[in-house]
C-alpha cells in the first residue's frame, strides 16, 4: 500500500487570499482548498495519506522524498509555484502525480516534470489509479468517462488539516452551472447540469466542520442555486440544523444573480444564516453580457441594479465579479463599472481583465481570430488582445478602477449606505428575523456576546495593525460612527471584517499601481 502526500502550492497575493487582513486575525489562510481532505477521503484503506497546504506551513520536503506518491493540485494561478514544486520533487526522484483546474485545462503544461496526470474530477480515477498503481500498470493520463455521481461523495477529511490556522470552512453542496457564460471554465470541468449531494450528506459535513471549530464556512459551489428546486429543500435542512445547533455558523456561497428573482430561495438562503453571496455581474454593459452569453444577466424584468438591492434588503451582502474588456467595451467602460458599484453598494467587487481560459469558448473563439497572447505572463497582463480599447489602454483603465473603487470613503460609503442608511440585517442573527432567538433569549445574549467580544478584538487588531495614521484614522471614525448606529454584535463584527478587507485590497492595489509587485489579474 501508499504512502502518499497531497500538496496545495501556496497563492500569489490577491484578492480572494485577503492575505494582508489575516494577518491582523492571526490566521495563514483563507480556507482550505476543498480538493486535499476530499481525495484523502477518497483514498482506500490501507494507504496513508499526509496533506500539506503551504499556505499555512512549509513544504516537507524530506517527508515528500519518504513518500510512494506526492500528489499536487492547484489553479491557473499557482502554475508558477507548482513548476518550481514539481522540479524540487522530480530533483528528489519522487514519484508525481498532479489534478485540480490548471492541468484540467491545459494538460501539457507539466510535460516532463510528472508520472501521472488527473483532468476533471477524480472520486472515480483516483481510487482507480491507486488500484493500477499497486499492482505496478498505472497509466499517465486518467479521466472520468461520467461525471461523479454526487451523492456518493464522502466528508471531507478535515481532521487532517490544521483547521484553526485558516479563517474559514470550506464546504461543497453542488457541482455545475446550467448557464453558459463565453469564458468560464466551471462548465468545461463540470458540466451544466447541476448535482447535489443530498441533505443527509451536507449534515454530516457540517457537524465535522462544526467539530472543527469553524464559526464561518464558505460554501463553494460555482452556483449554488443552479438547480432551484433541489437545493431548496438542502438549504431547508441546513436552516433546520443550524436552529438546532443555536446557529453556530454564518454562510457564504456563490449563485447566479437570478437568486433576486426568487423570493422564497432568498427567505431559505437568510433562514439558514447565509450572510453573503458572491454573484458574477461581469458588467453594467449589456451588449457585453448578451456577446458572452450570460443571458441570466440581462432577463426581463429588473435591472442588474434592481436585482442587486433585492438581495442585499433580504439580508445577504453582494460580493461581485466584474470583468473589463469585452468585445463591446470601449473606452467608457471604465466609468461605468465605477458608477454601477457606487450605485449598487457592493464594497467586495473582485475586479479583472477579461481572460481567456484553455477549453472554453472564448479561448476557441480567440484563438480562430488570432486574438490571444500565447505568453505564459502576457506583458499587459492579461492574453486577450480587446477588440475597440488597445492593450495598454485596458490595462491602466483597469488598474484606475481598482483604485478608485477601493478609495477609502469610496469603500466606506458605499458600505455606511447599506448598514447604516439602509439598516441592512444580515443572515438570521436578528430578533426581528428569528423567532427562534425570542424562544431562547439566553442563546440570544451568548451569540450577541460572541459577536461583541469578536467585533471588539477585531476592532483592536485593526487599529494596531495599520501603520497609516490617515487611514487608521478613517478606519477609526467609520466604525466608532457604525458602532455609534448599529448596537448588533453581528453587524458591528461583519464591519470590522470589511474595515480589514479594506485594507487588505488598498495594500495589494498599491503595490500592483507602484510596481512593487507583479500584476496577478482576477481572472
Given at each position: ?262 423570493p422564497e430561495l432568498l427567505e431559505l438562503m437568510t433562514a439558514a444564516n447565509f450572510i453573503a453571496v458572491f454573484v458574477g ?243
Open positions: 500500500m501508499a504512502d502518499i502526500v497531497i500538496i496545495n502550492p501556496r497563492f500569489e497575493v490577491s484578492y480572494w487570499g485577503m492575505e494582508h487582513a489575516l494577518e491582523m486575525l492571526g490566521k495563514k489562510a483563507n480556507l482550505p482548498v476543498a480538493c486535499l481532505p476530499l481525495l484523502a477521503a477518497l483514498t482506500p484503506e490501507g494507504h496513508t495519506v499526509t496533506l500539506m497546504d503551504e499556505n499555512v506551513e512549509p513544504i516537507d520536503w524530506d517527508r515528500c522524498s519518504k513518500a510512494d506518491i506526492v500528489g499536487l493540485t492547484g489553479m491557473s494561478v499557482q502554475r508558477f509555484r507548482m513548476t518550481e514544486i514539481l522540479k524540487e520533487l522530480k530533483s528528489r526522484g519522487c514519484f508525481t502525480v498532479i489534478g485540480g483546474p490548471w492541468i484540467t485545462v491545459q494538460e501539457d503544461y507539466f510535460d516532463g516534470l510528472t508520472n501521472a496526470i488527473f483532468i476533471g474530477e477524480a472520486e472515480e480515477t483516483w481510487p482507480q489509479f491507486l488500484k493500477e498503481w499497486a499492482e505496478g500498470n498505472h497509466g499517465f493520463r486518467y479521466e472520468q468517462e461520467n461525471k461523479s455521481d454526487m451523492t456518493k461523495v464522502p466528508v471531507p477529511r478535515f481532521d487532517l488539516l490544521k483547521m484553526n490556522r485558516y479563517a474559514f470552512g470550506s464546504l461543497q453542496f453542488s457541482r455545475g452551472c446550467p448557464f453558459q457564460c463565453e469564458f468560464c471554465d466551471i462548465i468545461v470541468t463540470f458540466g451544466r447540469r447541476p448535482r447535489l449531494k443530498n441533505s443527509s450528506q451536507v449534515l454530516l459535513e457540517l457537524d465535522a466542520m462544526h467539530k472543527s471549530g469553524m464559526r464561518s464556512v464558505f460554501v463553494v459551489d460555482d452556483n449554488l442555486i443552479g438547480n432551484k428546486k433541489a437545493i431548496k429543500e438542502v438549504l431547508r435542512e441546513v436552516g433546520r440544523w443550524q436552529q438546532e445547533h443555536g446557529y453556530p455558523m454564518s454562510l457564504f456561497t456563490e449563485a447566479s444573480l437570478d437568486l433576486a428573482d426568487d455581474i461581469e458588467s453594467p454593459n449589456e451588449d457585453a453580457l448578451r456577446e458572452t452569453k450570460k443571458f441570466q444577466n440581462v432577463r426581463a424584468g429588473d435591472t442588474l441594479l434592481g436585482r442587486v438591492h433585492t438581495i442585499q434588503r433580504a439580508g445577504l451582502d453582494v460580493w461581485c465579479g466584474m470583468i473589463v474588456g469585452f468585445d463591446s467595451d470601449d473606452s467608457t467602460i471604465f466609468a461605468r463599472q465605477k458608477e454601477f458599484l457606487s450605485q449598487s453598494r457592493i464594497t467586495s467587487s473582485m475586479i479583472g481583465m477579461l481572460h481567456a481560459i484553455p477549453k472554453t469558448p472564448l479561448h476557441k473563439r480567440l484563438a480562430d481570430e488570432g486574438r490571444l497572447d500565447y505568453a505564459d505572463e502576457p506583458e499587459f497582463g492579461t492574453n486577450i488582445i480587446p477588440l475597440n480599447i488597445g492593450r495598454e489602454e485596458l490595462l491602466n483603465g483597469y488598474l484606475d478602477v481598482l483604485v478608485e473603487v477601493h478609495e477609502v470613503h469610496a469603500f466606506f460609503d458605499r458600505l455606511d449606505e447599506l448598514f447604516i442608511k439602509e439598516r441592512i440585517t444580515l443572515g438570521n442573527r436578528q430578533t426581528q428575523y428569528n423567532g427562534y432567538w425570542k424562544r431562547h433569549p439566553l442563546q440570544w445574549l451568548k451569540a450577541q456576546a460572541i459577536d461583541h467580544v469578536s467585533a471588539y478584538f477585531a476592532y483592536r487588531r485593526l487599529l494596531a495593525s495599520v501603520p497609516d495614521p490617515e487611514l487608521k484614522a478613517v478606519y477609526k471614525a467609520r466604525i466608532d460612527n457604525l458602532f455609534h448606529h448599529r448596537k448588533e454584535g453581528g453587524t458591528r463584527f461583519y464591519y470590522v471584517i470589511k474595515a480589514m478587507i479594506h485594507w487588505h485590497v488598498h495594500r495589494m492595489v498599491t503595490s500592483f499601481t507602484s510596481g512593487e509587485r507583479k500584476l496577478v489579474n482576477s481572472f
